[in-house]
Each structure stands twice: as C-alpha cells, then as structure tokens.
C-alpha cells in the first residue's frame, strides 16, 4: 500500500475555515480524512500541507511514527503552529486509512477503548462585550440554559470582558455579574469553565479568579497569554480553583515545562494543532506521568470532533471533550453522519476508520471566504487580546 496524493478541501464556516485533508492510496476507494483547521492562517496550512506532500507521496502509510518524524524533522525547520496543524491533518489520515485497512475503528490503533462514553461541553462563546457573539448577559444566560435542557453538564462561557491590562471594579463586577446569571441559569451542579482567552494579566485574572470563586468555577482557561510560564504558576498558585491551558501551544516540551511546574491542572492541547494523534499521545503521556487531566480544545469542524473522539476514547487520563455547535447550522451537511451527542455524551461507536467522511459535493457549497478579522482597539486605540 502506497500513498499517491495529498489534497485539502476547504469549507467556510464563518468565523473559520475547515481544513479538511485527504490521503489518496493506490488501494481503489481507501482514502483517510484529517483535519489541520487553523483560523486566520488558512492558505498558509494549505500551502505547508502542499510542502509536506512529497515526504508522504510514495510512502508506506502504516508507518504512522516514521511519517510523523519524517514531517516533524526532515525539513530542517521544526514546530511552528502552522506547520504542525498542517502535520496533524496528514497524521489523522493516515490513521483513518491504516484503521480502514484493518477494518478497526481507529481508538483500536491507539490501544482499545478505555471507556464506554465521552462527556462532551459545550462552548457558549462570550457576552456583549465579545466582539465576536454579541449576545447580552440575560440571552447568554439562556443560551446556557438551553444547553443544560438538551442533556449538557457542562458548559464553557467568556465572562471576563476584553480589557486593558488592569481593569477596575466596572469590569470585575460585570464578569462577577454574566457568571452569576449563569450560575444562577443552570443551577449548582454544572460545571462551568470560564475561558479568558488571555485577555487578562496575572494580576487581573486573579481580581477575577476572587470575584467569581463564589460562583464556582470548575476552572480558569488561559488565565494569561501562553508563553510565561511562571505567569500562570502565580495565577494558578492564587486561585482557589484549577487553570486549564494549552490550546496555543503545540511543542511538547512546553507541555513538560507548563505541567513540571505545576502550572495548571488541565491541559487542552488540540489534535488539530499539536501533531495528530501521534503527538497528542505523547503529550497525554506527561501528563499522566503529572497527574494532569486532559480536556482537549476543540471549537473546529467534524472532523476534528470524530478525530479528538478516537483520542478521548483510548485515553485515560482525558477529563471531558469540546464541541463546537454554534458556528453553522449545517455542519452536518457535509459530511456522513458522525458520532451523534446524546445527553451531552457520546457513546463509544463501532465504525471503521474515524466513522465519518467528507461529503466533497456538499462541501463544494462552502468555498474559502477569507475570515472575518477581530481586532478589538482600546478606547486609546491601542491592541487588545481578544
Ligand atoms: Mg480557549
């Protein structure tokens, strides 16, 4: 068995673009599906993909460690989010071919089921200060609500308020506020996660961390920007509740350093970006050797969800799944049926493969549109994070 081609298709789902990747063997109809979805950064994954053909082309696609390396070190130059997410898609496909060939779902290649469902939450995204959802704080409330209705039992909300890099008490209570109402929405035996998207320094994510602890969070995400390591030591250290971290990054031994330092109790690494399965296992190996669950990042396409699914269903040490349900009303169009949510869970699916495939009439609908940009300027004019 032979690779012969590596393709992208592109589908435009408002906020972000699904990349979507598919391997080509010599064997008639065995193909693999990946995704390597990278938000404004687009036609720069779908040109390192296209730089990452030729190591793959000619090759042997069950060997899964040997391709990853070849695409991780043979071109000199390492890491970096987008070669990696482009190395992801190529990686899940493979996968989704070898389990194919065997006739196996692909958990099975990654060591068997380790349980029988996967608790999956749901991502509310932000309030009326987002510059993205723009929803006020009572509709986000019931949004919340809704989710609980449909069987989730845990939700993730943006509460903090895009700021400078100290705020005063308007934004403290307007955060302490939007929880509440939430908190008040779904009762007290939802976990909630609050993602501050590294809006916030240290010191103001631990202003927030004190005002909203009556709340409950079940933790901080990305209580600062990623890179400072010792910066999230210090918040995690103030808090009275656990910080998650991770999304951004996507080198192992950033992991190690983030996870030997204590700095935060759950990591969510992305399948999509820190190398595919071959990468993320290693990832959820230090982890488990520090005690550190993992809620993997996952606000992407199908693809990504029926990928980061294999993972959470061999993986031990893994916590709870992101789903994205909110993006466009037919995400499920475009591809076969997936790996349906029921009762906020997902059971464990006998299928071949990742169990879903792309429908590439259906996605032909949805060309590549060029993301919207989000750029939130401070009254002062000066950058924010949002
Ligand atoms: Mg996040």
Redesign the pocket.
């Known amino acids: 068995m032979k690779v012969t081609a590596v393709d992208t298709v592109v589908v435009n789902a408002r906020l972000r673009n699904w990349v979507f990747v598919k391997v080509v063997t010599d064997v008639p109809g065995l193909i693999g599906w990946g995704e390597s979805t990278l938000e404004w950064k687009t036609q720069a994954v779908v040109g390192a993909i296209r730089d990452l053909e030729p190591l793959i082309v000619g090759q042997d696609p069950s060997r899964l460690e040997h391709l990853w390396q070849s695409m991780y070190r043979h071109q000199f130059f390492q890491g970096g989010v987008v070669t990696t997410s482009a190395i992801s898609g190529i990686d899940q496909a493979l996968h989704d071919i070898v389990a194919k060939s065997l006739g196996v779902p692909i958990y099975q290649l990654l060591g068997g089921a380790v349980r029988s469902r996967v608790r999956m939450y749901d ?1 509310l995204g932000g309030g009326d200060s987002d510059a993205v959802y723009g929803a006020s704080d009572e509709e986000f409330a019931a949004s919340a609500r809704r989710s609980v209705d449909e069987g989730f039992t845990a939700l ?1 909300i ?1 509460a903090v308020p895009i700021g400078p890099p100290l705020g005063g008490r308007a934004e403290v209570k307007a955060a302490a506020h939007r929880m509440e109402l939430v908190r008040t929405a779904v009762g007290d035996d939802v976990d909630i996660m609050v ?4 809006r916030t320094t240290p010191a103001m994510a631990i202003q927030f961390g004190q005002a909203l602890a009556e709340f409950n969070p079940w933790f901080f ?2 209580p600062c920007q990623p890179g400072n390591v010792d910066a999230m030591v210090e918040v995690a250290r103030a808090l009275p509740f656990p910080v ?1 971290t991770g ?2 990054i996507v080198n192992r031994h950033e992991f190690f350093e983030l996870m030997s330092k204590r700095a935060c109790a759950v990591i ?1 690494p992305d399948v999509c970006h820190c190398g595919g399965f071959t990468e993320i296992r290693k990832v959820a190996a230090i982890a488990e050797t520090f005690q550190v669950a993992i809620a993997p ?1 996952n ?1 992407l396409g199908p693809i990504a969800t029926a990928a980061s699914l294999h993972f959470a269903f061999s993986s031990p040490n893994h916590l709870i799944q ?1 789903v994205m349900r909110a993006d466009v009303p037919w995400r499920d169009e475009v591809v076969t049926p997936g790996l349906p949510i029921v009762a906020g869970h997902v059971e464990l699916p006998i299928v071949i493969g990742l169990g879903i495939e792309v429908d590439e009439r259906a996605a032909a609908k949805y060309p590549y549109q060029a993301e919207p940009q989000v750029a939130p300027l401070g009254p002062d004019g000066a950058v924010r994070d949002w």
């Open positions: 991502h993730k943006l993602d501050l998207h590294g995400e990305e998650a999304e951004r969510q990042h606000p992101e």
